[in-house]
T-cell receptor, first 114, second 111 residues
Framework: GAGVSQTPSNKVTEKGKYVELRCDPISGHTALYWYRQSLGQGPEFLIYFQGTGAADDSGLPNDRFFAVRPEGSVSTLKIQRTERGDSAVYLC????????????FGPGTRLTVL | SQQGEEDPQALSIQEGENATMNCSYKTSINNLQWYRQNSGRGLVHLILIRSNEREKHSGRLRVTLDTSKKSSSLLITASRAADTASYFCATDSNQGGKLIFGQGTELSVKP
């Protein structure tokens, strides 16, 4: 079956602009995660959804970052007033609910803020 | 913030040799997972070991976990050039929630 998909694969924007990044999880996966990865670093957790609600948003760096998952499937990560420091690869993952389920990652969106 | 550290940061070996990567973490965990990443994009899940397990095997992979030392190791036996990638350990402290990743080991296997 299809894996996790993310669009766009690359996004170049200017400082101060608004961007939206989309994630399509694996069908039937109730849990969805967003991570951010800078060059040479491991992924850093941003937010986790269980169904439609954000179960843990402790990783969002500030209030410019917001994510939604209105129907419990597709999720959108929204970044307002982008800054150069927001440049990174944004990774989405999904999994079945429960404590021992692996997370399946999408290919990521590479965001570049000029 | 990162949960812990991986050692070494980079490892270069010849095809056929074994590769060992280590991971240390700071807080108590529910499980620890190893992932592989090629070219800085999507991660592929390799193996999950629960906190009450000490060793797990999957094909050429062997993972150990020592919760008293808060450390884990990943052994890849009989390495191949196709094993060249970055390897990350990730800990789950919340029974199904977020993963906290280490900084990774960059493995290069020369043919």
């Amino acid at each position: 079956g299809a894996g996790v998909s993310q669009t766009p694969s690359n996004k170049v924007t200017e400082k101060g602009k608004y961007v939206e990044l989309r994630c399509d999880p694996i069908s039937g996966h109730t849990a969805l995660y967003w991570y951010r990865q800078s060059l040479g670093q491991g992924p850093e957790f941003l937010i986790y959804f269980q169904g439609t609600g954000a179960a843990d948003d402790s990783g969002l760096p500030n209030d410019r970052f917001f994510a939604v998952r209105p129907e419990g499937s597709v999720s959108t990560l929204k970044i307002q007033r982008t800054e150069r420091g927001d440049s990174a690869v944004y990774l989405c993952a999904s999994s079945l609910a429960g404590p021992y389920n692996e997370q399946f990652f999408g290919p990521g969106t590479r965001l570049t803020v000029l | 913030s990162q949960q812990g550290e991986e050692d070494p940061q980079a490892l270069s070996i010849q095809e056929g040799e074994n590769a060992t990567m280590n991971c240390s973490y700071k807080t108590s965990i529910n499980n620890l997972q190893w992932y592989r990443q090629n070219s800085g994009r999507g991660l592929v899940h390799l193996i999950l070991i629960r906190s009450n397990e000490r060793e797990k095997h999957s094909g050429r992979l062997r993972v150990t976990l020592d919760t008293s030392k808060k450390s884990s190791s990943l052994l890849i036996t009989a390495s191949r050039a196709a094993d060249t990638a970055s390897y990350f350990c990730a800990t789950d402290s919340n029974q199904g929630g977020k993963l906290i990743f280490g900084q990774g080991t960059e493995l290069s296997v020369k043919p």
